[in-house]
């Protein structure tokens, strides 16, 4: 599987420069940046938060993790991590249990951390275990412009 269709579609719609980058398959996204060969710091993985009514993608850097009272503040609610189920039913033409960095394909309200918006390059998780996609600081805004972006993550 390369990347799901609904991104692809998106990303040339929108007409945004990417490549993707091909790994070894990989389970986490410290793994994914190891085997990609990336700074993990530049890789961007979306995080799938709930609060009982809606739906809602994180997208955080690889080297962070997301700090789920913080991002209820931006959002005004409170939030957990989202059911294994609920991946699949909602990203259903990616890979079992990896969730895409882009939501807007997806009709999801999305929240960026900040360190993401100061990196030169971004690498988004697009999927699967094995691709992700790699944009330049200018596409990564242009593709993050209807999302909301806040400090939600610390490291540890």
């Keep these: 599987m390369s ?10 719609h929108r007409e945004v420069p990417f ?15 190891q085997r990609a060969h990336v700074p993990a ?5 979306g995080v799938l938060v709930e609060n009982g009514e809606s739906f809602v993608l994180a997208v955080v850097p690889a080297t ?48 960026v951390d900040r360190a993401l918006d100061e990196q030169p390059d971004v690498y988004l998780e697009g999927g699967d275990h094995q691709h992700l996609i790699h944009v330049s600081r200018t596409a990564f805004a242009r593709l993050m412009k209807s999302a909301e972006h806040a400090w939600i993550t610390y490291t540890g």
């Design 19 to 33: 490549e993707v980058v091909t790994h070894a398959t990989s389970m986490t996204s410290l793994e994914t940046a």
């Design 64 to 111: 962070h993790r997301l700090d789920c009272v913080a991002l209820g503040e931006v959002l005004q609610c409170d939030i957990h991590k989202a059911d294994a189920a609920d991946l699949d039913l909602l990203f259903r033409d990616c890979s079992p249990g990896a969730v895409p960095s882009i939501g807007a394909p997806y009709g999801l309200r999305t929240v």
């Design 41 to 45: 710091a530049r890789l961007a993985k």
């Design 3 to 12: 990347i799901p269709e609904s991104i692809a579609s998106y990303l040339e």
